[in-house]
């Protein structure tokens, strides 16, 4: 996997890439970096039991990776806001998929890395953003993103605004939320096709009392380092 119009190299370039961006964005915000992993091994663990219509590892990881790169245009104390925003401050907030996806663009990064900046926040029935148009017409690495991003805030402690919630209530709205918000497939993939095991790997099958340190913690990057072929992760 290359950069488009770059010569081949391998997927060496896709992701070495995506981690200085990535790097770019921890430091900027590092809770959102350390988001932007947790979903990109969710993209993973549901491409590693049905990569049907994804591509390949690296383009999947690439893409969780950087799917809020735009966030890096918003103030940092506007991220941590546990206030309620003010119009202004909600636009700029909702224009990180577009900004993003513009400099994933400039930066020549694959369409479908672009595409899942761009689209993970449409939603499967419309009304989604920036374009609200039905994600049921979009590639399935974007359905696939728009599932694993929302399961992953979901379980998230330490936003601001809301409490997270705990993986089987995570699950569970997933649940709810298909057909409506969410693909059905990847939908039910998340719920009930990757198992047990899945949560083992994600560090996400501790008690709730233990859960919050591991996950505030939490970079599961074992899988990305064997998808990848990295040396382990020094966060
Ligand atoms: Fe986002
Ligand atoms: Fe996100």
Request: charged residues 20%; contains cysteine; proline residues 8%.
């Amino acid at each position: 996997m290359t950069l488009a119009g770059e010569a081949s190299a391998g997927f060496d370039d896709l992701s070495r890439q995506s981690l200085r961006l990535l790097g770019a964005l921890r430091h900027h915000h590092p809770a959102t970096a350390d988001h932007s992993v947790r979903v990109a091994t969710v993209m993973l663990a549901m491409w590693s039991h049905r990569p049907d219509g994804l591509g390949d590892a690296p383009l999947v990881v690439a893409a969780g990776l950087l799917h809020d790169l735009g966030k890096i245009f918003v103030p940092a104390a506007l991220l941590d806001a546990a206030r309620r925003l003010d119009e202004a401050e909600q636009r700029l907030i909702r224009a990180h998929p577009v900004t993003g996806a513009e400099t994933l663009a400039a930066l020549r990064f694959p369409a479908e890395v672009v595409a899942v900046a761009r689209e993970h926040h449409e939603r499967w029935e419309g009304g989604g953003y920036p374009s609200g148009v039905p994600a049921s017409g979009l590639c399935p690495l974007v359905r696939a993103a728009c599932v694993a991003d929302s399961f992953v805030a979901m379980i998230e402690p330490g936003r601001a605004y809301r409490r997270h919630l705990s993986v089987a209530a995570a699950l569970a709205e997933v649940r709810a939320c298909s057909g409506a918000q969410f693909d059905p497939d990847f939908a039910t993939l998340l719920t009930e096709g990757l198992g047990p095991g899945f949560q083992a790997e994600l560090g996400l099958d501790t008690a709730p009392g233990e859960r919050r340190p591991r996950v505030a913690g939490l970079l599961p990057s074992h899988l990305l380092e064997r998808a990848l072929g990295l040396p382990p992760c020094p966060w």
